[in-house]
Protein backbone atom coordinates (compact mmCIF):
# COMPACT_ATOMS: atom_id res chain seq x y z
CA UNK A 1 0.00 0.00 0.00
CA UNK A 2 1.63 3.18 -0.95
CA UNK A 3 1.98 6.02 1.24
CA UNK A 4 0.54 9.61 1.12
CA UNK A 5 3.15 11.55 0.71
CA UNK A 6 3.80 9.69 -2.42
CA UNK A 7 1.00 10.94 -4.03
CA UNK A 8 0.62 14.31 -5.73
CA UNK A 9 -0.80 17.15 -4.71
CA UNK A 10 -3.32 16.87 -7.43
CA UNK A 11 -4.07 13.39 -6.22
CA UNK A 12 -4.53 14.30 -2.44
CA UNK A 13 -7.11 17.01 -3.65
CA UNK A 14 -9.39 14.32 -5.69
CA UNK A 15 -8.60 11.69 -2.24
CA UNK A 16 -10.00 14.21 -0.11
CA UNK A 17 -12.73 15.22 -2.94
CA UNK A 18 -14.01 11.76 -2.42
CA UNK A 19 -13.82 11.36 1.02
CA UNK A 20 -15.70 14.26 1.31
CA UNK A 21 -18.53 13.50 -0.95
CA UNK A 22 -18.44 10.33 1.14
CA UNK A 23 -19.73 12.29 4.32
CA UNK A 24 -21.96 13.89 2.51
CA UNK A 25 -23.70 11.20 0.83
CA UNK A 26 -24.01 9.41 4.73
CA UNK A 27 -24.79 12.74 6.28
CA UNK A 28 -27.73 13.38 3.87
CA UNK A 29 -28.90 9.31 4.10
CA UNK A 30 -29.04 9.69 8.16
CA UNK A 31 -30.74 13.22 7.80
CA UNK A 32 -33.55 12.72 5.43
CA UNK A 33 -34.43 9.27 7.87
CA UNK A 34 -34.27 11.58 10.67
CA UNK A 35 -36.07 14.30 9.31
CA UNK A 36 -39.05 11.60 7.72
CA UNK A 37 -39.40 10.34 11.38
CA UNK A 38 -39.42 13.78 12.96
CA UNK A 39 -41.96 14.69 10.86
CA UNK A 40 -44.08 11.35 11.29
CA UNK A 41 -44.00 12.02 15.06
CA UNK A 42 -44.98 15.49 14.72
CA UNK A 43 -48.30 15.17 12.48
CA UNK A 44 -48.80 12.32 14.83
CA UNK A 45 -48.73 14.57 17.45
CA UNK A 46 -51.20 17.42 15.69
CA UNK A 47 -53.76 13.89 14.95
CA UNK A 48 -53.58 15.48 11.40
CA UNK A 49 -52.67 12.16 10.93
CA UNK A 50 -54.60 9.21 12.86
CA UNK A 51 -51.72 7.12 15.00
CA UNK A 52 -54.17 4.41 15.19
CA UNK A 53 -54.32 3.44 11.35
CA UNK A 54 -50.27 5.18 10.94
CA UNK A 55 -48.78 4.68 14.49
CA UNK A 56 -45.29 6.86 14.61
CA UNK A 57 -42.06 6.00 15.33
CA UNK A 58 -42.42 6.86 19.44
CA UNK A 59 -45.24 4.06 19.08
CA UNK A 60 -43.38 1.61 17.47
CA UNK A 61 -39.71 1.77 19.40
CA UNK A 62 -41.81 1.51 22.41
CA UNK A 63 -43.68 -1.58 21.27
CA UNK A 64 -39.88 -2.92 19.79
CA UNK A 65 -38.54 -2.36 23.32
CA UNK A 66 -41.71 -4.01 24.89
CA UNK A 67 -41.31 -7.34 22.84
CA UNK A 68 -37.82 -7.14 23.56
CA UNK A 69 -38.41 -7.00 26.83
CA UNK A 70 -40.68 -10.14 26.94
CA UNK A 71 -37.88 -11.99 25.26
CA UNK A 72 -40.64 -12.86 22.38
CA UNK A 73 -38.71 -10.26 19.97
CA UNK A 74 -35.28 -12.35 19.65
CA UNK A 75 -37.38 -15.67 19.39
CA UNK A 76 -39.35 -14.61 16.83
CA UNK A 77 -36.58 -12.69 14.85
CA UNK A 78 -34.46 -16.00 15.48
CA UNK A 79 -37.01 -18.18 13.30
CA UNK A 80 -37.42 -15.67 10.37
CA UNK A 81 -33.54 -15.09 10.50
CA UNK A 82 -33.33 -18.56 10.54
CA UNK A 83 -35.13 -19.81 7.57
CA UNK A 84 -34.06 -16.81 5.45
CA UNK A 85 -30.62 -17.70 6.06
CA UNK A 86 -31.21 -21.41 5.04
CA UNK A 87 -33.57 -20.06 2.00
CA UNK A 88 -31.21 -17.77 0.88
CA UNK A 89 -27.61 -19.89 1.27
CA UNK A 90 -29.94 -23.23 -0.65
CA UNK A 91 -30.69 -21.12 -3.62
CA UNK A 92 -27.91 -19.43 -3.80
CA UNK A 93 -25.83 -22.66 -4.17
CA UNK A 94 -28.29 -24.96 -6.42
CA UNK A 95 -28.25 -21.77 -8.59
CA UNK A 96 -24.92 -21.56 -9.24
CA UNK A 97 -24.55 -25.29 -9.97
CA UNK A 98 -27.87 -25.15 -12.38
CA UNK A 99 -26.41 -21.97 -13.80
CA UNK A 100 -23.01 -23.56 -14.79
CA UNK A 101 -24.76 -26.62 -15.85
CA UNK A 102 -26.94 -24.73 -18.30
CA UNK A 103 -23.79 -22.70 -19.47
CA UNK A 104 -22.05 -26.24 -20.04
CA UNK A 105 -24.74 -27.56 -22.18
CA UNK A 106 -26.32 -25.70 -24.87
CA UNK A 107 -29.00 -28.12 -25.49
CA UNK A 108 -29.73 -28.47 -22.16
CA UNK A 109 -29.97 -24.75 -21.49
CA UNK A 110 -32.49 -24.63 -24.95
CA UNK A 111 -34.61 -27.57 -23.17
CA UNK A 112 -34.77 -25.76 -19.71
CA UNK A 113 -35.08 -21.99 -20.61
CA UNK A 114 -38.92 -21.59 -21.12
CA UNK A 115 -39.42 -23.46 -18.40
CA UNK A 116 -37.10 -21.07 -16.21
CA UNK A 117 -38.95 -17.74 -17.98
CA UNK A 118 -42.53 -19.40 -17.04
CA UNK A 119 -41.78 -20.48 -13.49
CA UNK A 120 -40.23 -16.93 -12.95
CA UNK A 121 -43.06 -15.41 -14.20
CA UNK A 122 -45.66 -17.36 -12.06
CA UNK A 123 -47.29 -16.28 -9.01
CA UNK A 124 -45.23 -18.24 -6.35
CA UNK A 125 -48.14 -17.42 -3.90
CA UNK A 126 -50.00 -19.71 -5.98
CA UNK A 127 -48.40 -22.45 -5.00
CA UNK A 128 -48.87 -22.01 -1.74
CA UNK A 129 -51.55 -24.77 -0.76
CA UNK A 130 -49.57 -26.92 -2.55
CA UNK A 131 -46.38 -26.48 -0.68
CA UNK A 132 -48.12 -26.98 2.99
CA UNK A 133 -49.52 -30.11 1.80
CA UNK A 134 -46.11 -31.14 0.51
CA UNK A 135 -43.84 -29.68 3.47
CA UNK A 136 -46.63 -29.19 5.96
CA UNK A 137 -47.40 -26.22 8.44
CA UNK A 138 -43.78 -25.69 9.69
CA UNK A 139 -40.40 -24.14 9.01
CA UNK A 140 -40.03 -26.53 6.02
CA UNK A 141 -42.84 -24.71 3.89
CA UNK A 142 -41.11 -21.74 4.94
CA UNK A 143 -37.82 -22.35 3.55
CA UNK A 144 -38.96 -24.06 0.54
CA UNK A 145 -40.97 -20.86 -0.06
CA UNK A 146 -37.95 -18.63 0.16
CA UNK A 147 -36.05 -21.22 -2.43
CA UNK A 148 -38.67 -21.44 -4.84
CA UNK A 149 -38.63 -17.10 -4.77
CA UNK A 150 -35.04 -16.63 -4.95
CA UNK A 151 -33.52 -19.33 -6.76
CA UNK A 152 -35.21 -18.70 -10.61
CA UNK A 153 -33.70 -15.03 -9.91
CA UNK A 154 -30.51 -16.30 -9.37
CA UNK A 155 -30.23 -18.62 -12.17
CA UNK A 156 -31.43 -16.52 -14.51
CA UNK A 157 -28.98 -13.72 -13.54
CA UNK A 158 -26.14 -16.07 -12.76
CA UNK A 159 -26.28 -17.47 -16.49
CA UNK A 160 -26.95 -14.38 -17.83
CA UNK A 161 -22.99 -13.48 -16.34
CA UNK A 162 -21.67 -16.57 -17.32
CA UNK A 163 -23.35 -16.16 -20.89
CA UNK A 164 -21.56 -12.75 -21.17
CA UNK A 165 -17.47 -14.08 -21.06
CA UNK A 166 -15.85 -11.96 -23.55
CA UNK A 167 -16.33 -14.58 -27.00
CA UNK A 168 -12.79 -13.56 -28.28
CA UNK A 169 -11.50 -14.61 -24.75
CA UNK A 170 -12.72 -17.56 -25.40
CA UNK A 171 -11.34 -18.02 -29.07
CA UNK A 172 -8.15 -17.10 -27.51
CA UNK A 173 -8.01 -19.91 -24.93
CA UNK A 174 -9.53 -22.49 -27.48
CA UNK A 175 -6.79 -21.29 -29.69
CA UNK A 176 -3.80 -22.65 -26.99
CA UNK A 177 -5.52 -25.47 -26.67
CA UNK A 178 -7.89 -25.17 -23.75
CA UNK A 179 -10.79 -27.63 -22.90
CA UNK A 180 -13.90 -26.29 -21.52
CA UNK A 181 -12.99 -26.90 -18.23
CA UNK A 182 -10.20 -25.22 -18.44
CA UNK A 183 -12.39 -21.82 -19.55
CA UNK A 184 -14.78 -22.17 -16.91
CA UNK A 185 -12.36 -22.22 -14.44
CA UNK A 186 -10.03 -19.94 -15.72
CA UNK A 187 -12.12 -17.56 -17.53
CA UNK A 188 -15.70 -17.94 -16.76
CA UNK A 189 -16.05 -18.36 -13.20
CA UNK A 190 -13.21 -15.79 -12.43
CA UNK A 191 -15.25 -13.01 -14.86
CA UNK A 192 -18.09 -13.93 -13.73
CA UNK A 193 -17.55 -12.97 -9.87
CA UNK A 194 -19.01 -9.49 -9.71
CA UNK A 195 -22.08 -11.14 -11.57
CA UNK A 196 -22.09 -13.61 -8.39
CA UNK A 197 -21.77 -10.43 -6.42
CA UNK A 198 -25.17 -8.53 -7.46
CA UNK A 199 -27.16 -12.37 -7.50
CA UNK A 200 -26.13 -12.58 -3.91
CA UNK A 201 -27.65 -8.89 -3.42
CA UNK A 202 -31.08 -9.72 -5.29
CA UNK A 203 -31.24 -12.77 -3.31
CA UNK A 204 -30.80 -10.98 0.05
CA UNK A 205 -34.34 -9.45 -0.54
CA UNK A 206 -35.66 -12.23 -2.37
CA UNK A 207 -35.46 -14.86 0.55
CA UNK A 208 -36.76 -12.35 2.67
CA UNK A 209 -39.74 -11.78 0.88
CA UNK A 210 -40.10 -15.67 0.46
CA UNK A 211 -39.49 -16.40 4.05
CA UNK A 212 -42.07 -13.84 5.29
CA UNK A 213 -44.46 -14.85 2.52
CA UNK A 214 -44.19 -18.04 3.50
CA UNK A 215 -45.18 -16.85 7.16
CA UNK A 216 -47.76 -15.08 6.18
CA UNK A 217 -49.33 -18.32 4.95
CA UNK A 218 -48.45 -20.83 7.88
CA UNK A 219 -46.33 -20.23 10.65
CA UNK A 220 -46.78 -20.19 14.61
CA UNK A 221 -43.82 -17.59 15.08
CA UNK A 222 -41.10 -15.20 13.03
CA UNK A 223 -42.06 -11.50 12.35
CA UNK A 224 -44.17 -12.35 9.04
CA UNK A 225 -46.57 -14.17 11.88
CA UNK A 226 -46.29 -10.90 14.16
CA UNK A 227 -47.41 -8.72 11.28
CA UNK A 228 -50.47 -10.96 10.29
CA UNK A 229 -51.32 -11.08 14.06
CA UNK A 230 -50.82 -7.65 14.77
CA UNK A 231 -52.83 -6.66 11.76
CA UNK A 232 -56.10 -9.43 12.49
CA UNK A 233 -56.32 -7.61 16.11
CA UNK A 234 -55.66 -4.49 14.69
CA UNK A 235 -52.37 -3.70 16.50
CA UNK A 236 -50.97 -1.62 14.02
CA UNK A 237 -48.25 -0.43 16.54
CA UNK A 238 -47.28 -4.41 16.22
CA UNK A 239 -47.55 -4.47 12.48
CA UNK A 240 -45.12 -1.50 12.08
CA UNK A 241 -42.55 -2.42 14.70
CA UNK A 242 -42.22 -6.05 12.86
CA UNK A 243 -41.57 -4.44 9.59
CA UNK A 244 -38.80 -1.74 11.28
CA UNK A 245 -37.15 -4.97 12.44
CA UNK A 246 -37.68 -6.75 9.07
CA UNK A 247 -36.12 -3.54 8.01
CA UNK A 248 -32.82 -3.75 9.85
CA UNK A 249 -32.43 -7.07 9.63
CA UNK A 250 -32.34 -7.06 5.70
CA UNK A 251 -30.41 -3.85 5.40
CA UNK A 252 -27.46 -5.66 7.64
CA UNK A 253 -27.42 -8.98 5.95
CA UNK A 254 -27.22 -6.79 2.25
CA UNK A 255 -24.19 -5.10 4.77
CA UNK A 256 -22.32 -8.42 4.52
CA UNK A 257 -22.45 -9.01 1.29
CA UNK A 258 -21.80 -5.33 0.96
CA UNK A 259 -18.44 -6.29 2.85
CA UNK A 260 -17.96 -9.18 0.97
CA UNK A 261 -18.07 -7.36 -2.96
CA UNK A 262 -15.01 -5.15 -1.19
CA UNK A 263 -12.97 -7.93 0.03
CA UNK A 264 -13.54 -9.02 -4.08
CA UNK A 265 -12.86 -6.14 -5.38
CA UNK A 266 -9.88 -5.29 -3.15
CA UNK A 267 -8.40 -9.03 -3.91
CA UNK A 268 -8.84 -8.61 -7.84
CA UNK A 269 -6.74 -5.47 -7.89
Known sequence: MKNKSSYSPQHLLYLRKIKRETYLVNFVRIAILVVGLLVWELLARLNVIDSFITSCPSKIFSTIYYLALEDNLLYHLSVTLYETLLGFIISVIFAYVIALALWWSERLRKILEPYLVVLNSLPKIALGPIIIVWCGSGSKAIIFMAILITIIVAIISLLNGFMATDEDKITLLKSMGANKFQILTKLVVPGSLPTLINTLKISVGMSWIGSIMGEYLVSRAGLGYLIV?????????LVMA?????CFLSAFMYFFVSILEKIVIKNRK
Do not use: A, C, N
Request: glycine residues 14%; proline residues 0%; hydrophobic residues 45%.
Open 229 to 237: YGGQVFKLD
Open 242 to 246: STVVL
